[in-house]
């Protein structure tokens, strides 16, 4: 059994930082990208922020320069460090990972999800 727990949502002003922490706990041998999506209401999930197990990058356009995501390999750990935060960051995000699972003598990749933490940007 794999898990994705996630923290950190919560209510935050706008201008202010916020940051979510994802961990993968279970039967894992390795992890490869990492990322988050969010969902807000009456909108379709959009991938916010992704990262490779090289630690490469990538950013929706509407985070660039104030969102930072990073892992933790050791801790088979995901971050998004959020700052400048504004009321259209308003949604439940989703861990998601791509993780190698041991397979008999061999191993297989499977997507796991996070349950989703709600973050409210408001005054």
């Known amino acids: 059994q794999v898990q994705l727990v996630e923290s950190g949502g919560g209510l935050v002003q706008p201008g202010g930082s916020l940051r979510l922490s994802c961990a993968a706990s279970?039967?894992?041998?390795?992890?490869?990208?990492m990322a988050w999506y969010r969902q807000a209401p009456e909108q379709e999930r959009e991938l916010v922020a992704s990262?490779?197990?090289?630690?490469?990058?990538n950013y929706a356009d509407s985070v660039k320069g104030r969102f930072r995501i990073s892992r933790d390999n050791a801790k088979n750990t995901v971050y998004l460090q959020m700052s400048t935060l504004k009321p259209e960051d308003t949604a439940v995000y989703y861990c998601?990972?791509?993780?190698?699972?041991?397979?008999?003598?061999?191993?297989?990749?499977?997507?796991?999800w996070g349950q989703g933490t709600q973050v409210t940007v408001s005054s």
């Open positions: 998601h990972a791509n993780i190698n699972r041991p397979y008999g003598t061999t191993n297989y990749a499977v997507n796991y």
């Open positions: 990262v490779t197990s090289g630690g490469s990058t």
């Open positions: 279970g039967s894992i041998l390795s992890i490869n990208t």
